[in-house]
């Protein structure tokens, strides 16, 4: 595993960062904030699994200034940036850009609350501004409002999570139908401010999505066509009701009918979009701790079939109101309908898996991470550092139960074939689609399991997507490993990222699909050949 | 009024339509949907208000590989299109374009149902697929779903609207959260398809909204930057407790409690968005017949606080759920609350105002178009043909009671004392926005009614605006209309029309705010400087 420790910098003529860029970048940021020490990138170049990328310095601008000054200098040597807000894109890359040769744009000093308005309930953050300062923000302000969290790391970057598309966890639904009034340094340093917000003292700049004229800030969404520097998020009322339940689902069977009704509670607006995960054991033994070492005498992977007789899945859920007699209400419609389909619920508002309160970040998830680690996970866990092993797959699927569990059957084998635990999630991004996120937890101090691992992850996508299980968001290693798009698309995805970068600069690879551009592209953007890159489509 | 009735067609030479771009339409598309005819072109250049722009053809391609032709055809040409799809956009411009000399892309023929799922809950539609078609085609299938409608007219395209962003009524929220899956020609002729879409065979292609990369389709709404030929629809469960409540507010002060406590019930989830509407006492007698000419003694304007001593306005809601008691409990909020600051409710599903069955669309709102004429509302109404004068305002305001009487209150004047009915309504898109629209209706057969209408409407938008309440819908008159935007907007702008619409033929002017873009940009695309053109920012 990369673990560099020299302190030495890198002469830049060895990176291919030229004096020249290096020396306009410091005189922009100070010495402190453009780095380019071996140790530092060392650091940046790790993820939680095998990467080749090298990184030709850290940038780390103070302000939106500073990042278009960084811009302008990359623009003058054809240097490319790779922006990270938080940089927590653990088990999808973290910080490490897809393509070699970036310097990083590190924008977590851009950490300021720039707005608060209980009333309208609306919270403007810079990309540094992480869920837990968000959340201890609203705390000292004594606010009545939650904050819709993520899943991830409350060191996560909110701005981070929402231009990546990352999935909520609770009852406020979608995070993308919940922020406004982006503001977006362009690859050429222009500044865009979408929605009403581009009107000087427009009185719905941070109420209204869309404002007058085309709706572009989903552009910026896992996308390299621009910079977030702030946006506005929408909080939403503490619910007054809010009761946790949970269930068992001892077979494939039962599976399928959980999921069939799951759809029809959500279709019914009974249960929220993204207020139900279903994990499956391998997953949920993996939140609450480390691999059972002693249970299998040291021996991988664990079968939990084998030793226990039974791999059930567990679902857990939570309602949420502002009325009590609403939730109650509600809480009976899901009550009946699942315990009619033969499961047996517990409640609870502390009850398992996806029920905390809402609003609260939280690192529970983290574990999971330093699952098959041998030593136990340190009080500042940092999964890059640690050599922990993590490779994500997100896929999305039609909500029908039958054809769900003949995906996560595949999948559970072709992971045990590999000798992995399957570790396998499912949510409800809507009444119309499943997520199933597997994911591979590893050691990467244990020789050959990184390419076991990225084997068995492509693996996955070789079968999923052929079968039109496509996935909703990318590792750096698969940014290529799509199919070819049909008509026009690569065509379009060109005419847009040479319009908006006309020099290549930012995040080249990331999300652009370049692989599929029409040839007569201009051949400055010329990305790797389709299996070339990942080798995985 | 326009109202030409010659059956001539117009040569092409005068017109600026090259006789060789029009034999190429011709030979695609064949002669009878290649119209010239001074009657048809008449038609299609009169809207319910003063215009001058004229159309040189009238293109009627029968399906999407007809449009990519008349876009080549164009590009070759430099000759302007301006798609329409139902072409009902009263009051905001019809089928008007908004500059002169282009030929209209009448899409109407395409109007093929291409898809639909009532498992999943999706509706595959081409342009012109009107509400009222689909609403049959769904009652012939026995379907349980609803269709998200609008408050306009029956006959309206669903892609029409949807790309408008135009506001649904009743309890289904945004329709652009409920589309997936378009289908866009670009001015190039090349074809997209957004979302998971753009792969063959994605078994989620019609069930989420973003897929990977890139978010693209709101670049494609209240924009000229696509033609959208095809779109996927969700449908919703038809409520199984659907309950309308009506209330009257007699007085400013109870406006703004029940302004507040509006949003506060719109915030809690008891509301849903949209699913509230308030009118002034003006708005609901046009929604109800005409100006009543006996009681004035053919007077206008009509007086209420004289003639009847108040101009109380009508607030009417509804409460849907998937379940008796859950709506019941809702309900009962929604009475606690509101009959707390004073209001008295008046409950039934047939109540007053915006409390149709949801799912059906109705032309209810027809008649207030024919307010003013002196002639009764004929069996198939046309307000273009009719010469009913219709110019909306569309504002954005934040959802607050005490700010939102105070512009009421101007808006209000100003329109009294133009000498029209201050026809006022509010609706709320979220808990944090309420939009305003005020509209005057008027005979365009009375001379000078068209200019004072037209003075009265840019007086609203020239306070409204610079005090930041700025549309969220532009009329084709007010395309030029909106002040300055902040830093690189326009820029951004250009840089997206120009490599999207290389040589300026898809709507221009059309939600492009060109006459803001930067002076650099491409002359090709000159517009009209900032007050040129309408007039009235």
Not at 75 to 81: D, E, K
Not at 511 to 519: C, L, V
């Amino acid at each position: 595993m990369l673990q560099p420790t020299s302190h030495v910098s890198r002469p830049p003529p060895d990176s291919g960062l030229p004096n020249a860029a290096l020396s306009s970048f410091r005189a922009v940021l100070g010495e402190p904030h453009a780095l380019t020490s071996e140790q530092r990138l060392g650091q940046v170049e790790t993820a939680t699994f095998a990467t080749s990328q090298r990184v030709l310095a850290i940038l780390r601008p103070a302000d939106r200034d500073e990042v278009r000054e960084c811009l302008r200098i990359a623009n003058r040597h054809g240097l490319p940036l790779y922006p990270v807000s938080g940089g927590r894109n653990w088990g999808l890359g973290s910080r490490v850009p897809p393509r070699d040769g970036s310097a990083l744009l590190d924008l977590s000093r851009l950490d300021r609350i720039l707005g608060y308005d209980e009333r309208m309930g609306t919270l403007t953050v810079e990309p540094g501004v992480t869920f837990r300062q968000a959340y201890m923000f609203l705390r000292e302000q004594g606010s009545s409002l939650a904050l819709p969290v993520t899943g991830g790391p409350s060191g996560g970057s909110i701005v981070g999570n929402t231009v990546e598309r990352g999935d909520p966890v609770g009852p406020f639904g979608e995070r993308l139908d919940h922020v406004c009034a982006l503001e977006v340094v362009l690859a050429t340093g222009e500044v865009v401010h979408t929605g009403f917000s581009r009107y000087e003292g427009a009185r719905a700049a941070d109420l209204h999505r869309w404002g007058v004229g085309p709706a572009t800030s989903g552009l910026f969404t896992q996308s390299n066509l621009g910079i977030v520097t702030r946006l506005t998020l929408w909080l939403e009322p503490t619910p007054v009701f809010h009761e946790g339940f949970s269930c068992s689902i001892p077979d494939g069977a039962t599976l399928v009918r959980f999921l069939d009704t799951a759809r029809e509670l959500v279709r019914d607006g009974v249960l929220r979009p993204h207020a139900l995960g279903i994990w499956n054991s391998y997953k949920f033994l993996a939140g609450r701790g480390r691999f059972p070492w002693s249970m299998t005498g040291g021996e991988t992977p664990l079968d939990l079939g084998r030793l226990k007789g039974a791999e059930p899945w567990l679902a857990a859920g939570s309602v949420s109101a502002s009325d009590d007699a609403i939730g109650r209400a509600m809480l009976a419609v899901v009550r009946e309908r699942l315990e009619g389909v033969g499961l047996r619920l517990v409640f609870g508002s502390n009850g398992e898996g996806e029920c905390a309160p809402p609003g609260v970040p939280s690192d529970r998830n983290m574990c999971s991470t330093y699952w098959r680690k041998r030593t136990p996970m340190p009080s500042d866990p940092n999964p890059d550092r640690d050599g922990c092993g993590v490779l994500w797959v997100c896929a999305a699927l039609p909500f029908d139960g039958e054809e769900t569990r003949e995906v996560i059957n595949v999948v559970e084998r072709l992971i045990k074939n590999a000798g992995f635990e399957p570790n396998l999630g499912l949510i409800s991004p809507s009444a119309r689609c499943l997520y199933l996120y597997p994911s591979l937890m590893y050691d990467r101090d244990v020789p050959g399991e990184d390419e076991r691992a990225r084997a068995c992850h492509d693996s996955i996508l070789d079968w999923l997507v052929p079968r039109g299980y496509l996935p909703y968001r990318l590792g750096i290693q698969s940014m290529d490993a799509l199919p070819p798009p049909r008509e026009g698309y690569g065509a379009f995805m060109a005419a847009l990222k040479t319009a908006l970068d006309p020099h290549d600069i930012l995040a080249p690879g990331r999300y652009d699909f370049r692989s599929h551009w029409p040839p007569d592209a201009d051949p400055r953007y010329a990305g790797p050949s389709p299996r070339v890159g990942g080798g995985n489509a």
